[in-house]
């Protein structure tokens, strides 16, 4: 809204630049979650939305029962507001990205919402939360078809390779249980990563500022081009969603550091996850992703190797998974897991960056 209001309606240039939305954008959700934060975790309070936690994890959790959970909220709140403000409202990437992190976020909340009323931290029953995960997905693969058709020279169904320039396979409607694969992926991992003070939310404002970083240049041609990356003009716009997301997440964090006053809870991990997915699929970055989220995608397979291992054989590879926890019962603080975990997060994202010229 102020997009259109300083740069078409009042005039001011300074207002169409990117760079610029971008950084008023991530200071104002960064306000947001400063500002907002003592007031959400009061109202958290009084409603009594204390977190569940799980009597057969690590003994030092056991005195974080009661603090206040659903943080996402905020979060949200902290990301759609500078977006709505500062964003081209008439774009089409916007607003894919916008809704999906909101699906996200409500199949969060009613799992939030369950596991407070049933004061258990059993939320949605697994098989109706994936489903809704994957009803989501669906939607958002869609979406980009139809992006697809009706601006081909925006958007496509191929898929770029890191480490290949001449191999882009076009997956065509085969592009729609792929972005599925992809959201549902991402917003899960990000989900099983939330389990320590901060971890989550440090380790995925890192994600979010690599992401800022390849919507800005995808958005550029001439550096796109230098880059061999798929130009999109209209995928510009997104670098201002990311940068809410930055800002988003460094106002949480506020609140979240160790020891945490807050919890974002599911409606905050898998909405951040969704949105993370959404962002790599319309800037044709799907499969770098894995590399840039590396520290979910660890903490992801810790689970998958975990499960599957004790259904297999009967034993257990870590002492307990997700992986941070393998961490904490062999001796780890929860401070040094958390800051080893956050230097992972730079070095995977340093990674993904390097690989943009290694085609």
């Known amino acids: 809204m102020l997009y259109h209001l ?82 081209d409202l008439t774009n089409a990437y916007v607003w894919i990205a916008v809704l999906a992190t909101a699906a996200f976020g409500a199949i969060g909340f009613v799992d939030d919402y369950l596991k407070m009323a049933r004061r258990s931290h059993h939320g949605l029953f697994a098989r109706y939360k994936l489903l809704s995960q994957v009803m989501v997905g669906l939607a958002v693969g869609v979406s980009l078809i139809v992006l697809s058709d009706v601006s081909p020279a925006q958007y496509d169904t191929r898929l770029m390779i890191p480490f290949f320039k001449e191999w882009v396979p076009d997956f065509g409607w085969w592009y729609v249980p792929f972005a599925m694969l992809v959201l549902v992926s991402s917003s899960n991992t990000v989900n099983l990563t939330d389990g320590l003070d901060g971890l989550a939310i440090s380790t995925f404002a890192v994600s979010a500022a690599t992401f800022t970083a390849l919507t800005y240049v995808t958005g550029h041609r001439a550096v796109a081009d230098y880059l061999l990356i798929t130009p999109s003009a209209p995928a510009a716009e997104l670098t201002i969603f990311c940068g809410t997301l930055i800002g988003a997440s460094l106002g949480f964090l506020w609140w979240n550091s160790h020891p945490a006053d807050i919890f974002m809870g599911d409606v905050g991990s898998l909405a951040l996850g969704g949105a993370l997915g959404t962002v790599a699929l319309l800037i044709k970055q799907e499969l770098l992703l894995p590399i840039v989220g590396g520290v979910f995608v660890l903490e992801g397979l810790s689970v998958i190797l975990q499960v599957g291992s004790y259904k297999l054989y009967g034993k257990r590879i870590f002492k307990m998974a997700p992986l941070h926890h393998h961490f904490e019962l062999i001796g780890w603080a929860e401070p040094k897991v958390i800051t080893r975990f956050l230097i992972l997060a730079i070095v995977f994202a340093l990674l993904s960056l390097t690989t943009l010229k290694l085609r």
Request: charged residues 10%.
């Open 6 to 87: 300083l740069y078409e309606w009042l005039g001011l240039n300074i207002a169409r630049y990117i760079t610029f939305r971008t950084a008023a954008a991530s200071l104002t959700a960064f306000a947001i979650g400063l500002l907002l934060g003592p007031w959400m975790i009061r109202r958290l309070r009084a409603f009594q939305v204390g977190q569940v936690v799980r009597q057969d994890g690590p003994a030092s959790h056991l005195a974080k029962s009661g603090t206040p959970t659903m943080g996402g909220l905020l979060i949200l709140t902290a990301v759609f507001v500078p977006t709505l403000l500062w964003a």
